[in-house]
């Protein structure tokens, strides 16, 4: 590894603080000093760095995107919180990461698909920060008959009941699109079961590891359904489909890979063994991977040597230790919250990612404080 350590201790204590010490911080002027430009300051001096942060909510997803102008995209809003109504856990992670990294306004908030670890936490999200468009693949089609199907259905009917209380724009988008942000490209590959017809300007290679990914039983789910995004800042090209399945990988990577390579690849359904086939990460390619896994959910040990084992890896980040039977892990250095116990409970630690537009990336561990660069090859 040629990655370069380099502490940055100060946004790492700032989290620890939660979210009352943010306030707090903020107002005696900590949060808007100091070295760290991005994740503190106004919306209007990202400096022409793309940050993004992966949010901690517990196996499920919520990641946001802060393009240099200040235009933000979060992808997915975490599961709900009935047992904690007045202070909701996922939402308000998500809200308080949004102030830490100077969001005052949701500008985009796309939903990748209707299952509750996606789309759950955005009632809640919603009473504590404004929106200005939602985002999704249309219609739930979902069934009551498949396992979990009843959670999709009320998950989708509570988005849909704000949907029809906001004033906020409501876009639904298909492959093929591009998303109306300014800043970076984000280019649609899948969505409500479909994919592009053709491949990407980067894509149109054949792909050998198509052999070593076999069709598996066909999910049915939400899942199928999830939009798959393909970003692109400057020349940095970074994968988040959501929890696209395993099989649906196939008709956008065998035989011929119509995405091309990448360098961040948001793990896929969170490392679970039904997504992330070598078809699609051998293929891809990433130099970083970083996994919204929980505890118990993702962080599957096939998942873990596929992604270790593909020829450009740099290094795998992980949300969370995976404790799964038979679990493989990276290095402590790399994961954002290791096992919660008595003394140590679980803090809801995060992972961001900041992008220059040379390609140089750097992953912040805000459990650590510390970063890891990854200058262009
Ligand atoms: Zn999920």
Redesign the pocket.
């Known amino acids: 590894m040629t990655a370069k350590l380099r502490e940055t201790m100060r946004m790492g204590k700032l989290w620890k603080l939660g979210l009352a010490g943010l306030l707090a911080a903020s107002a005696f002027g900590w949060a808007q000093s100091g070295e760290h430009r991005g994740p503190t300051a106004g919306p209007k001096s990202g400096g022409g760095e793309l940050r993004v942060y992966f949010v901690d909510v517990e196996?499920?997803?919520s990641t946001l995107f802060v393009m240099p102008s200040g235009e933000s995209l979060l992808v997915d809003t975490g599961s709900p919180d009935a047992r904690n109504p007045n202070a909701p856990r996922d939402a308000s992670r998500i809200a308080a990461m949004c102030k830490l990294a100077g969001v005052t306004k949701i500008d985009n908030l796309l939903i990748t698909?209707y299952?509750s670890?996606?789309v759950g936490g955005l009632p809640q999200l919603v009473g504590m920060i404004p929106v200005g468009r939602f985002i999704d693949h249309g219609p739930n089609r979902e069934t009551a008959d498949v396992q979990g199907g009843a959670s999709t259905i009320a998950g989708y009917n509570a988005y849909q009941k704000v949907l029809a209380d906001s004033h906020a724009d409501h876009l639904t988008v298909k492959p093929g699109d591009v998303l109306p942000v300014k800043g970076m490209k984000v280019e649609v590959v899948s969505g409500d079961g479909e994919v592009i017809a053709k491949p990407l300007a980067a894509g149109g290679e054949p792909n050998p590891a198509c052999a070593a990914s076999p069709l598996k039983d066909a999910e049915n789910t939400e899942?199928d359904r999830s939009l798959g995004l393909v970003i692109t800042f400057g020349r940095t090209r970074i994968l988040d489909m959501?929890?696209l399945t395993w099989n649906k990988e196939r008709g956008l990577m065998c035989p011929v890979n119509k995405l091309g390579k990448f360098d961040v690849y948001v793990v896929s359904?969170?490392g679970?063994i039904n997504s992330g086939s070598p078809a699609l990460v051998d293929a891809i390619a990433p130099r970083v991977a970083i996994e919204?896994n929980g505890p118990h959910k993702?962080g599957a040990p096939s998942t873990y040597v596929t992604i270790e084992g593909s020829s450009r890896l740099q290094d795998l980040w992980q949300l969370h230790t995976a404790e799964v039977p038979d679990a493989k892990n990276v290095a402590d250095a790399r994961i954002a919250n290791l096992p919660a116990t008595p003394s140590s409970p679980d803090a809801g630690n995060y992972l961001k990612l900041t992008v220059r537009t040379d390609g140089t990336l750097t992953v912040m561990n805000s459990r650590t404080g510390a970063s890891v660069e990854y200058p262009t090859k």
């Open positions: 196996g499920g997803q698909h299952h670890d996606h899942n959501g929890d359904h969170h679970l919204d993702g």
